[in-house]
């Protein structure tokens, strides 16, 4: 008896399981017309590049804290063990599609996402006097003289002789984009399904980087400050095609995308500088140069590059009810030709062109720095959950 009861038992649930699987993917294939999907997205982008160092210290206060100097040290940008990685970015990704015929073999899908804007900022000083030396390292092309004193042309820096001060360095980034894409159903079996993708791809990075040196003059409320910002934007727009293919399984399922869009990115570089001296009951002084941003670059840049972004989507699925599905995935996306802030700085200065550092400000010798465009890679990759509905 008790074994005629175990044979009749596994009978039932084989026939109860393979009624749910085939159930759960006749859902899959129902004849929905419309599906919207709404994800949360955890991303990181490549690192904002600092190919340059940026900010130096020296212990011996009577160094600059130049490269060349004995016990000169890199605190952040190339050289130093600072990352210049922002970390993770959350956003929001939200597709909505539809068939256009009742066979489901042609239909359109739009998508867009938005990720955060996320900062980073380092930030060192000194006391001054016979304290450590912080500075911004920088090349001089030609020598020239401050004051009283003679610098050769060669390694030397932005530095506070002898003063209190501050250098901080402040990065940001943000990422968004979107598409319009019309779809149709290349095959369908059971348990397969591979749909085609034709259409067109934004995409837009905006970045900035900013490098400020606050120096206390030695009078009260007496300040010096100078500050270079660099922005960039790329903006990407292109045809691309792809494949979607949804694999199923019971109510599990396995769905993958990959796409490619070919087409132009709009470059824009625009460089800002700013001299500033603060003196009690005197007007303050401004000039639009910098360290890195003088009269011989500074200004807003333009150009059209050719670029390629290729993305992959993988996400697993559960089919809770016919029209509703939970998803987690992973996500890749790439730019093969960007313009970043710190590729943009030229560390080869002139500096007898700042009428604060130089007075009066006249340019003497070859022009420098100068604007140029220097690109590179950008990639950017993480995970996305996000839930579809289909009616």
Known sequence: MTKRL??????????????????????????????????????RLKSAPAPVPLITVNDNPATIAALNE?????????????????????????TLGSWVDDDRLFGWEGSAFLLERRSLIYGTGSAGAANPVVAIPVNSIVPFTVGA???????????????????SAHLN?????????AVASLWESDRLRLVGVVGFRYLDLLENLTLSDTINSGGAGDLFYIKDSIGTRNQFYG????????????????????KIAFGPTHQVMSLVGESNVIAAGKPTLTTPQGVFVESTNRGRYTRNVF???????????????????????????????AVRPGNQIDRDINPTQNPVLVPPGTLTGPAAPLANFRSSDFWAQGFNLGIEIRY
Do not use: C
């Open 6 to 43: 175990t044979v009749s038992l596994g009978i039932l649930l084989t026939f109860a399981t393979v009624s749910f699987a085939q159930g759960a993917e006749e859902w899959a294939r129902a004849d929905t017309r419309f599906w919207f999907n709404g994800e949360f997205l955890l991303w």
């Open 149 to 167: 004193g003679f610098n050769p042309a060669g390694e030397t820096s932005q530095n506070s002789v002898g003063r209190p001060n501050r250098i």
């Open 239 to 258: 045809g691309q095609i792809g494949v979607h293919s949804l694999w199923m399984r019971g109510r599990w399922n396995l769905d993958a995308t990959a």
């Open 173 to 181: 980034a943000k990422l968004w984009g979107g598409e319009a894409n």
């Open 70 to 94: 004995a016990g000169t040290r890199i605190l952040f940008g190339h050289g130093s063990p600072e990352s210049t990685n922002l970390n993770w970015f959350a956003g929001m990704r939200f």
């Open 307 to 337: 670029a390629v972004v290729p993305e992959v989507q993988l996400n697993i699925g559960y089919q809770l009810t016919q029209g509703i599905r939970p998803f987690f995935g992973y996500n890749w996306m790439y730019l093969s030709n």
